[in-house]
């Protein structure tokens, strides 16, 4: 059953159900199925991303044109007829077949008005901001990483036509469509397998966009962007603050921030951050390390960081250059965490907060030395490591088995003491899987503990002097906890075993001396 909503140029246009949507988006991805380009839906996903991209732009440059007329203003398009959406693909009978192909793909074709000229991605690829309008060249970077992978125009005709039914301009359709969304982003990393660098799960998401709370004049920023999974959770966080057209301006323009290097996950973030009501996302495309360390200055620095940056990977020696002498590494954890320390505004935020950060980072940063340790000791030493949420087994399994934490920490002042709390497994549960992740609901514990702080079994604190003392070494155990057999080093392992032979021994022992005594 289809809704009716009111356009602003008096035409009323039908909404499509929850249901329906979800049954659209899964015929669209069953005629994918049968293209022989396309191969799982590492390929799918983005295909179904750029078309919609493309409808959801041309719903959203009609609706400003409406506007602008109404209002008596010029009107700038972003894209130039034939180009646009209405031009070429919204008859149902429109190009299709190998005319549609060559109309998408090549350099130079025939368009849809008959005229010779540039490719659909040709185009798109050679669009330029004009007049500080950015939206050119957003459009441009996110073609650029995009390529046709279907061999059939037909099929990828009836998939245009399927996303020509959904409405962007309806907030109903887009609050179910970033839903669907967000469990298609989940689905791809599921099929990427060990590659799935590009999502963090969104209970971790929402927990540390919780209790970071940014407030609207904050500026916020995620420099390992990925999918969009923190900007879209702190975007909604920060919606539930505006009240006024000026709070609304704030929110859209001057609060979130990001930066993707790699093509897919940056259409994937554009359009996941679309799809939850963003306007114009400001991700930038470039590599967040890029930039001498040294001349990041105040102009440059924000109020909110959060971020989960790429472990395990390993940056280029021109990168390695950008950080100071005694600093540089491969490794890119390190090196994102200076890149956060120094992107910390010094001063106190807009809402006379402090500026402050949330950062995912895995066990060797807690405990490495060298490189790592001098990092970390300047963390302590500028800054306040306040928290250390040490997260169970399996949060990111199965694409990596290694253990994480979230480093907490502002710019108050140097730090006194860390707290440290120790996120539990639920009761019977060995780790996290694939099929049952960790929930959002888990933290609520950690949430109510964080308002009203007090060690108990499962948080503790330590003196920062300590941790200096200790080479500032971090990874530090629960003093409190019940010892896991199943984890112990193999020497100690093996050595628990020989002491509780020993012991049952000396039991046998003590029983045939018993039970002599008796005869």
Known sequence: MARKIKKTNGSVTPTTTGQALGSLIKSARDIMRKDKGLNGDLDRLPLLTWIMFLKFLDDLE??????????????????????????????????????????????????????????????????????????????ATVFRGVDNRMKSGYLLRDVINKVASIHFTSSEELHTLGTLYESMLREMRDAAGDSGEFYTPRAVVRFMVEVMDPRLGETVIDPASGTGGFLVEAFAHLSTQVKTVADRKKLQSESLFGCEPKSLPYLLCQMNLLLHGLDAPQIDPGNSLRFKLSEIGEKDRVDVILTNPPFGGEEEKGIQGNFPEDRQTAETTLLFLQLIMRKLRRQQTPVSRYARAAVVVPDGTLFGDGVCARIKEELLKDFNLHTIVRLPNGVFSPYTGIKTNILFFDRSGPTKEVWYYEHPLPDGRKNYTKTQPIQFDEFRTCVEWWKKREENERAWKVPAQKLLDDACNLDRKNPRAKVDFEHMPPAQLADDILDKEARIANLVNEIKVALGARQ
């Open 62 to 139: 009609q609706q400003r044109e409406e506007e602008a007329q109404l209002g008596r203003k010029k009107f700038r398009p972003a894209i130039e007829p034939p180009y646009r959406w209405r031009d070429w693909a919204a008859n149902p009978q429109g190009v299709t077949g190998d005319e549609l192909l060559a109309f998408i793909n090549q350099d130079e074709t025939r368009r849809p008005d008959g005229k010779r000229g540039p490719g659909l991605f040709a185009y798109l690829r050679g669009l330029s901001s004009v007049n500080g309008d950015d939206r050119r060249e957003v459009i």
